[in-house]
């Protein structure tokens, strides 16, 4: 056990010094900006950037989605690294986006600000759309003009909708998405496939599954459940926890993302438009799946969660909620294939890593005095 841990640790280590080297070559081809810089995933992926040599724009609008001192918290720490210039600006605003590409002229762009959540989108649909769509289209203008050699952006695995064919892969149709967020994120891969047609931009979308980790988002189950348990508070189960979700570690959606930047897509010289594949194209367009490729189930994660805190969940069981779909898994050959790498990080060990961090988070004298971030 101990020489097959000690391999994986190797292997581990090569994975990272390739894509800390790929990092190295980003920083000389200029500055990246990172919009969600203040949100779960830009955070991270803007951290990852700063610390091996990249200058990186960080944009947010901080949005109060769920209490803005966690976002605080986490743009605090980007602030204190030398080559990280903050932003603060709301990317619907297109003059705002204009000047933002003229004064800073990006190599690069990670373009992962927007408004998440599947059960939110049936409450403030409009949001929505000026955040997923309008916002989307001032950042496909600014990087045509300003000529960005690749514009990465997050999508999701809820394009997948009705798709009941698993594992999802890319090359799946995703043209019937059952969340009005979802229909935001499947129009955002239309709306770049058009720009990488008509204007030869480089632009990838990544479809991420279920992320979860350190500095995490309080509306999501890992930190929902954990905040719940550890405060002795009724957690709520749709369908019994008969739901089966790709969990995906934040350092492996890191680790893709930058390699995936370092990577920008050429034409598909095989790309047959009378047997059209969605997740490529006669234009440099690339859609990947970044996903765990090994669905668990609630139930499952529940008990994970209980070990790590040492306490016993209280449950009550309520419908799947509309908009909801009771398994994703991601099918990942083509994202391995492309960039020698696949999320790999176990649940027992993302959770583990996620309850230390919340423990010493919420252990912070400024936290005490906090309410709770989420409330069950």
Known sequence: MVEANSTVHKLVDTARAWSDGAVLKLARAGPVV????????????????????????GVDNFTPYYDLRLKEARFAQLCAEPRFTPMRMDLA?????????????????VHLAAQAGVRYSLVDPHAYVQSNI???LNILEGCRHAGVSHLVY??????YGANRSIPFSEHH?????VSFYAAT????????HSYSHLYGLPVTGLRFFTVYGPWGRPDMAVYTFTHAIAEGRTIKIANAGRVWRDFTYIDDIVEGVVRVLAAPPRPDPDWDSRAADPAT???????????????????????????????RALRVNVPLPPGDVLETRADVSDLRRAVGFAPATALEDGVQRFVEWYRDFHARPVDRERQAFVQA
């Open 134 to 136: 309008v916002a989307f």
């Open 34 to 57: 990172v919009t969600g810089a203040a949100g779960f995933i830009g955070f991270h992926v803007a951290l990852r950037l700063l610390r091996h040599g990249a200058d990186v724009i």
């Open 173 to 177: 149709g995703a043209s019937h998405p």
């Open 154 to 159: 997050a999508s999701s695995s809820s394009v």
């Open 185 to 192: 994120k499947s129009a955002n891969e239309c709306m770049a």
């Open 93 to 109: 605003d297109q003059a705002l986006v204009k000047a933002l590409f003229s004064d800073f002229q990006p190599s690069h762009f």
């Open 281 to 311: 194209s006669s234009a440099p367009y690339r859609i990947y799946n970044i996903g765990n490729d090994r669905p668990e189930e609630i139930n499952r994660l529940i008990a994970i969660i209980e070990t790590a805190l040492g306490r």
